[in-house]
């Protein structure tokens, strides 16, 4: 497809359980980010990935939080051992690699923990 | 602490007249600028970017302009049209390698009333 694709859009999970989110970026972008948008808030920085290498993430909350790319094009965050407070859209983006690019998004996975 | 700012959480304004909405940053390391729009339950969808380089930006209807000694930036949109009522996210990004993360405000929802 043309743009970011993103699934599922939504997500409802007990508290405890895992769950895997998933990112297909523009073809052709090498670098990839997740954000986690807090109702009210600005997303705020999860990780990154340049093709298949995780070069940050400094922004993951906690060690239940894990992210992969292993091919360098789709991408998958999963959280273990949900809590209430992962409630959150979360959002992926990919950009071309080199100088002030922009990022494009999906249009994220509402997650939901009950 | 917050790093961008949107000191605006709302703005209505007529169609046809001017829409100006305000960004304000406090990291001197940020080189490169930008604003989305986002409606609901979508992701944020680029819209206009600047480099610290530059002191405006123009694309149609819509006109970024960076004062770096104030560390202030706004978005022009003239005309506004009621299709243009939506969030806008200012959002900046500072030289990291290829690691271009994103840091956002809060946001500022724009009216436009026909």
């Known amino acids: 497809g043309a743009g970011v694709s993103q699934s599922p859009r939504y997500k409802v999970a007990k508290r405890g359980q895992d769950v895997a989110l998933r990112c297909d970026p523009i073809?052709?972008?090498?670098?990839l980010f997740w954000y986690q948008q807090a109702l009210g808030q600005g997303p705020e920085f999860l990780t990154y990935?340049?093709?298949?290498?995780?070069?940050?993430k400094s922004g993951l909350p906690s060690d239940r939080f894990f992210a992969e790319r292993p091919e360098g094009s789709v991408s998958t965050l999963k959280i273990q051992r949900t809590q209430q407070e992962d409630s959150a859209v979360y959002l992926c983006?990919?950009?071309?690699?080199?100088?002030?690019?922009?990022?494009?998004f999906g249009d994220g996975t509402r997650l939901s923990i009950l | 602490d917050q790093q961008v700012k949107q000191n605006s959480p709302s703005l209505s304004v007529q169609e046809g007249r001017i829409s100006i909405l305000n960004c304000d940053y406090t990291?001197?390391?940020?080189?490169?600028f930008l604003w989305y729009k986002k409606y609901p339950a979508e992701g944020p969808t680029f819209l206009i970017s600047?480099?610290?380089i530059k002191d405006k930006n123009e694309d149609g209807r819509f006109t970024v302009f960076l004062n770096k000694s104030a560390k202030h930036l706004s978005l022009h949109i003239v005309p506004s049209q009621p299709g243009d009522s939506a969030v806008y996210f200012c959002?900046?990004?500072?030289?990291?390698?290829?690691?271009?993360?994103?840091?956002w405000g809060l946001g500022t929802s724009l009216a436009v009333n026909p």
């Open positions: 983006a990919s950009s071309l690699l080199q100088g002030r690019q922009p990022q494009h």
């Open positions: 073809s052709g972008h090498v670098s």
């Open positions: 990935f340049q093709n298949e290498a995780q070069l940050d």
């Open positions: 990291n001197s390391m940020f080189d490169y």
């Open positions: 600047i480099s610290s």
């Open positions: 959002a900046a990004s500072a030289d990291a390698g290829n690691n271009r993360k994103l840091i």
